[in-house]
């Protein structure tokens, strides 16, 4: 299993661009989540997605849109980006049956808006 | 919002010694997780502790859980220079979907 992977593991935007952070899971999870981590603020919840077809707000959702078509994937959308966006994200999943509530994360993505 | 707060920020201690981490947190819970993240990685699940458990173990790990004063303790003994990360508590805030981290203590360990 590959696990959850990210692409691109890097990133440079100028302000306005728009642009897709991919996300996948190969362990069929029904759970996935965006974060994003900035120094000294440690992982602050992006989106979330409890199943194909079902997507939620976390606490810092403006300026991200985010769907579910598929189980293995979850994009991550910058609308419009902004310098306040600079961040590392991390997707993450999960099994959503309550058999065990540990997250797998993947590698991040570094994003850079100037 | 319903963060941990670990504490110490940072702690510098040599191989062998013991290193623990604290974190306290705001609101009721079902579990409590500890993750590592080593430099320019994801996070790493390293041990999960539910609400009715006072202490639990997993190899040189050990975790305990007060509920009555909202807080945690992460003990690492005989630390390696491997154990140099940072470390997170994550609680789930009465609900099992999402998790909010704590800011982290990053730890090193010197030879």
């Known amino acids: 299993n590959a696990g959850v992977t990210q692409t691109p593991k890097f990133q440079v935007l100028k302000t306005g661009q728009s642009m897709t952070l991919q996300c996948a899971q190969d362990?069929?999870?029904?759970?996935m989540s965006w974060y994003r981590q900035d120094p000294g603020m440690g992982l602050r919840l992006i989106h979330y997605?409890?199943?194909?077809?079902?997507?939620d707000q976390g606490e810092v959702p403006n300026g991200y849109n985010v769907s579910r078509s598929t189980t293995e994937d979850f994009p991550l959308r910058l609308l419009s980006a902004a310098p306040s966006q600079t961040s590392v994200y991390f997707c993450?999943?999960?099994?959503?049956?309550?058999?065990?509530?540990?997250?797998?994360f993947g590698p991040g993505t570094r994003l850079t808006v100037t | 919002s319903q963060q941990g707060e670990e504490d110490p920020q940072a702690l510098s201690i040599q191989e062998g010694e013991n290193a623990t981490m604290n974190c306290s947190y705001k609101?009721?819970?079902?579990?409590l997780q500890w993750y590592r993240q080593n430099s320019g990685r994801g996070l790493v699940h390293l041990i999960l502790?539910?609400?009715?458990?006072r202490e639990k173990h997993s190899g040189r790990l050990r975790v305990t859980l007060d509920t009555s004063k909202k807080s945690s303790s992460l003990l690492i003994t005989a630390s390696r220079a491997a154990d140099t990360a940072s470390y997170f508590c994550?609680?789930?805030?009465?609900?099992?979907?999402?998790?909010?981290f704590g800011k982290g203590t990053m730890l090193l360990v010197s030879p």
């Open positions: 997605s409890v199943g194909a077809g079902i997507t």
């Open positions: 993450a999943s999960m099994v959503a049956d309550g058999s065990s509530y540990e997250q797998y």
């Open positions: 609101t009721s819970i079902n579990n």
């Open positions: 994550a609680t789930d805030g009465g609900g099992y979907s999402t998790l909010t």
């Open positions: 362990m069929n999870h029904e759970y």
């Open positions: 502790i539910r609400s009715n458990e």
